[in-house]
Nanobody
Framework: QVQLVESGGGLVQAGGSLRLSCAAS????????MGWFRQAPGKEREFVAA????????YYSDSVKGRFTISIDNAKNTVYLQMNSLKPEDTAVYYC???????????WGKGTLVTVSS
């Protein structure tokens, strides 16, 4: 059974940093794209960042480009999202996902809450 388990969320002041982790298990992910999405209160879920399993290609939304970095540790089956220069508008539940493409993710974690205070 595929499991994606996020961790690392919490409360941080604006301008601060957090690192989210996503531990993946239950299948071989070598052909998959791993992504981070977020959903703020009252808003639809949106794409944040993605990486292919080899780590050779990364993608970011315009709203986080230059502030967030996605990375992967293949040996640990873990995907990370380093978030710097956090803003109150980054407050959301952050979800890890895996699939063949960003627009069609097959597996989702339960999410971790990030709250950025002003």
């Amino acid at each position: 059974q595929v499991q994606l388990v996020e961790s690392g969320g919490g409360l941080v002041q604006a301008g601060g940093s957090l690192r989210l982790s996503c531990a993946a298990s239950g299948r071989t992910f070598s052909s998959y794209t791993m992504g981070w999405f977020r959903q703020a209160p009252g808003k639809e879920r949106e794409f944040v960042a993605a990486i292919n399993w080899s780590g050779g290609s990364t993608y970011y939304s315009d709203s986080v480009k230059g502030r967030f970095t996605i990375s992967i540790d293949n040996a640990k089956n873990t995907v990370y999202l380093q978030m710097n220069s956090l803003k109150p508008e980054d407050t959301a539940v952050y979800y890890c996902a895996a699939g063949n493409e960003v627009g069609g993710m097959d597996y989702w974690g339960k999410g971790t809450l990030v709250t950025v205070s002003s």
